[in-house]
């Protein structure tokens, strides 16, 4: 019977061989999915770092934002201040003038 098998094919003959080979390929297999499992959880630092500096970049935009409305707040103020100043100048310079 050892003989049959062995003409089919040798490794049949030597249950080892035939028993090896898929332990290679699933250890190699394994080796494998440690580094996938591995990049993958290097992709998922990298994305929540990304995340974090979004999120600060997002909020020194508000504040950047923020800033730029409290100072066009105070130009409209300052353009109406000097609009009700040069009216009054003027009606000081014609009760001045023409007393």
């Given at each position: 019977m050892q003989a049959i098998g062995y003409r089919c094919h040798p490794g049949i003959a030597m249950?080892?061989?035939?028993?090896?080979?898929?332990?290679?390929?699933?250890i190699r297999s394994a080796g494998m999915v440690q580094d996938i499992n591995i990049n993958v959880a290097a992709i998922v630092e990298a994305s929540r770092e990304q995340a974090i500096?979004?999120?600060?970049?997002?909020q020194a935009v508000n504040t950047i934002d923020q800033g730029t409305q409290r100072?066009?707040?105070?130009?409209?103020?300052?353009?109406?201040?000097?609009?009700?100043?040069?009216?009054?100048?003027?009606?000081l310079f014609c009760w001045v003038v023409f007393g």
């Amino acid at each position: 019977m050892q003989a049959i098998g062995y003409r089919c094919h040798p490794g049949i003959a030597m249950g080892w061989l035939s028993s090896e080979r898929p332990a290679r390929h699933w250890i190699r297999s394994a080796g494998m999915v440690q580094d996938i499992n591995i990049n993958v959880a290097a992709i998922v630092e990298a994305s929540r770092e990304q995340a974090i500096g979004l999120k600060e970049i997002t909020q020194a935009v508000n504040t950047i934002d923020q800033g730029t409305q409290r100072n066009a707040a105070m130009v409209e103020e300052s353009n109406a201040a000097s609009h009700s100043l040069a009216s009054e100048a003027e009606a000081l310079f014609c009760w001045v003038v023409f007393g």
